[in-house]
Each structure stands twice: as C-alpha cells, then as structure tokens.
C-alpha cells in the first residue's frame, strides 16, 4: 500500500525519468486513466519548476483524493424490514469468511444478524459459515447441498422478516467473472430477494483480494455488469503493495470500497475510509 514511498524514494536526488515514471504508476494498479491524469498534472507542474520526489507523492495524493469518497459510507436497518447483503466474488478472495466479518461488525453495533449459505456447491462452505455463525452465536439458514441458491435466500428472507431480523447476510458461491451461466444464476438470486422486497439486495458487495491487482479490475468490471454492485469488502489490504486497485476501481467503474480486510481475525474488518487510505500509502 505504501507505494507513494518507494515513488519517492525512487527518484529522491535526481531528474524525473517520465518514461519510468508512468510505468511505476501504472504497475501501482492505480488503472491507467489515474496514472495518465497524475502524469499529466506532473508535467504541467514541470513547465513552473523543477519536479522532485516530493512533488509526486503530492499530486499523486491530490488526484486520488479527487476520487475517493471523503468519508465512510455507513450501512444502516431499514425501519420494518431485513436490509439484505448479498455477498459475491470468485473462488479465493476470502468470500465466506468476509461474510462472518460483516456478521461481527454488525453484531458488536448490536444488530440483529441471520446468515445465508447460498454456497450450496461445496459442502465445506456450508460448514465454514455453519463454523463461523456457531462462534458468532448467530443464526444461519442452510440447504442441502447443491440446493437452489436463489430458493435458500428467499427462505431465508422470510425467516428474517418473521423475526424482525436487522440484516440478512446471503454468503453466494465463489465463481469465475467469465463463467456466463454461472453469473446468470446470481441473476436469479437477486430476483427471488425481490419477490420478497423490490428493492433486495439492497447492498451487492463483491470481495477482491487486493493482491490480484489489476485482475481485480476485470472481476469488479464483469460482476457489476451482471448483478450491479454497491460496493467492494477488499481483502489483503494489510500486506499488500497493489493497493492502487481500490482506485481505479472507484474512477473507472464508479463502486466504491466499503470495507477493508486488515487480517485473518473476526475484528479485522472496518470501513473504508479514503483519506485515511492515501494517507498510509506513505
């Protein structure tokens, strides 16, 4: 994450090289359009004065916090019904377990929580949130396995609405962004939640490990073209170097980042918060 540091320690005491200079920025993930915008900012600062190391991290700082949202984006119940969080991402990006993070963090703010196994392909996904949900003491709705999703989550909306459940937390199968059938299914899912209310899923949230980079790009880019996401739970962030993707994500697709994983523990997870994120990036 704190790739503005090793920009300044890169060219510290000698002439910007432009050429690396674009490079570095795009290897960053920040997505090209940010990289060309800081790039251009950066050269038209050149025709005042000098650039140094301190001038890039500075205009680089200024054009991310152009894009980044200035403060946290809460979620919040709805007044008489279940605000339902449908949870999605490609196999291996922490998909399940970012699932019983949001359960924790709603549940320490004191909300009510029923959680949905709508992974029904892989029986050890069932029994991790079943794992997860035990330790949380909350409650969680399961099928057999390989059981119709899109039915699970509608059942488990009735059960929610029964029993004046604050959020309902639907846990989907991990699929490939370039499987059609597979994201055609998650189609189905949303319109069995809006049988149950036209407006569920109210939050579609979409799980990238920040270090796949600009691969994370591609997955934000193809899941909101078929479910449309109202945001990103990005793990990994703690370790990682490509950061620069929450960026691009939020310029070139319009989805902010709602939550950060910051570790393998239940309290790892928080808000995103953007000035804070470009602020640690040095």
Same mark, same amino acid.
């Given at each position: 994450m @704190?790739?503005?540091?090793?920009?300044?320690?890169?060219?510290?005491?000698?002439?910007?090289?432009?050429?690396?200079?674009?490079?570095?920025l795009?290897?960053?993930?920040?997505?090209?359009?940010?990289?060309?915008?800081?790039?251009?900012?950066?050269?038209?600062?050149? %025709?005042?004065?000098? /650039?140094?190391?301190?001038?890039?991290?500075?205009?680089?700082?200024?054009?991310?916090?152009? *894009?980044?949202?200035?403060?946290?984006?809460?979620?919040?119940?709805?007044?008489?019904?279940?605000?339902?969080?449908?949870?999605?991402?490609? @196999?291996?990006?922490? &998909?399940?377990?970012?699932?019983?993070?949001?359960a924790?963090?709603?549940?320490?703010?004191?909300?009510?929580?029923?959680?949905?196994?709508?992974?029904?392909?892989?029986?050890?996904? /069932?029994?991790q949130?079943? *794992?997860?949900? $035990?330790?949380? =003491?909350?409650?969680?709705?399961? =099928? %057999?396995?390989?059981?119709?999703?899109?039915?699970?989550?509608?059942?488990?909306?009735?059960?929610?609405?029964?029993? @004046?459940? $604050?959020?309902?937390?639907?846990?989907?199968?991990?699929?490939?962004?370039?499987?059609? @059938?597979?994201?055609?299914?998650?189609?189905?899912?949303?319109?069995?939640?809006?049988? %149950?209310?036209? &407006?569920?899923?109210?939050?579609?949230?979409?799980?990238?490990?920040?270090?796949? #980079?600009?691969?994370?790009?591609?997955?934000?880019?193809?899941?909101?073209q078929?479910? #449309?996401?109202?945001?990103? /739970?990005?793990?990994?962030?703690?370790?990682?170097?490509?950061?620069?993707?929450?960026?691009?994500?939020q310029? $070139?697709?319009?989805?902010?980042?709602?939550?950060?994983?910051?570790?393998?523990?239940?309290?790892?997870?928080?808000?995103?918060? =953007?000035?804070?994120?470009?602020?640690?990036?040095?």
């Open positions: @704190n790739f503005l540091k090793s920009l300044v320690q890169k060219f510290t005491g000698k002439p910007v090289d432009w050429d690396e200079l674009e490079e570095s795009i290897r960053a993930d920040l997505g090209v359009p940010m990289a060309l915008r800081i790039m251009k900012a950066l050269q038209e600062r050149a %025709q005042l004065s000098a /650039i140094t190391a301190a001038d890039i991290a500075e205009v680089a700082r200024e054009e991310m916090g152009r *894009i980044l949202p200035i403060a946290p984006v809460p979620i919040t119940p709805l007044p008489a019904k279940p605000k339902v969080l449908l949870i999605v991402g490609v @196999n291996g990006t922490g &998909k399940t377990t970012s699932t019983a993070k949001l924790h963090f709603f549940k320490r703010k004191r909300h009510s929580v029923l959680l949905a196994a709508a992974d029904t392909f892989r029986a050890a996904a /069932i029994e949130l079943g *794992i997860w949900a $035990e330790r949380l =003491g909350v409650e969680m709705i399961r =099928g %057999q396995y390989n059981a119709d999703p899109a039915a699970l989550c509608y059942e488990a909306y009735e059960s929610a609405d029964r029993r @004046n459940i $604050e959020f309902l937390i639907c846990d989907t199968a991990g699929r490939l962004h370039t499987k059609s @059938n597979l994201m055609a299914e998650l189609g189905k899912v949303k319109r069995s939640l809006a049988k %149950q209310d036209p &407006k569920a899923p109210h939050e579609t949230l979409l799980v990238v490990d920040a270090t796949t #980079g600009s691969n994370a790009l591609a997955q934000a880019r193809e899941f909101h078929s479910v #449309g996401l109202t945001g990103l /739970i990005v793990t990994k962030l703690d370790g990682s170097g490509k950061g620069g993707i929450v960026i691009a994500i310029d $070139e697709l319009g989805i902010p980042t709602r939550f950060v994983g910051t570790g393998e523990k239940l309290e790892d997870l928080e808000l995103f918060d =953007g000035p804070k994120f470009i602020e640690q990036m040095v």
